[in-house]
């Protein structure tokens, strides 16, 4: 799987993520259906599957194969650090009142990421 991924340069990479950022908290369906998903993945298996495929186990999995993929060491660490951060800024985003100031502090700290994984 991770050959596929070969292309993929770094600042490409974090220019999806901040998209996919920008996806799952302003998009109105998107933003919706995460919300959903983190509530009924405690009542519902299949709901649970579909979390983890879609918030938790299916991106972070995706960025351990980018990682691999450009070649980085210890990919699966980063991957897990990187992920994280996106992961914990949803959060951020839900519940703050200047939403604009989470998305560009998620922003900064991507970018800074990017930094520290291209040394």
């Given amino acids: 799987m991770p050959d596929q991924y ?3 340069s770094l600042e490409n990479f974090i220019k999806y993520s901040k998209d996919m950022f920008a996806y ?3 998009n109105d ?3 919706s259906f995460r919300k959903m998903l983190t ?3 405690f009542r519902n298996e299949e709901m649970q599957a579909l979390y983890q495929q879609y918030l938790v186990a ?10 691999v993929g450009m070649g980085m060491k210890d990919a699966d660490n980063k991957a897990d650090m990187f992920y994280s951060v996106m992961f914990f800024y949803y959060s951020l985003y839900d519940g703050a009142e ?4 989470i998305k560009d502090r ?3 700290v991507i970018d800074d990421i990017a930094l520290k994984l291209n040394n």
């Fill in 6 to 8: 070969v292309k993929v």
């Fill in 24 to 26: 799952w908290t302003e």
């Fill in 29 to 31: 369906f998107a933003a």
């Fill in 39 to 41: 509530l009924e993945q």
């Fill in 58 to 67: 299916g991106p972070a999995g995706y960025v351990k194969d980018l990682f």
């Fill in 98 to 101: 200047e939403k604009g100031q």
């Fill in 106 to 108: 998620f922003e900064n």
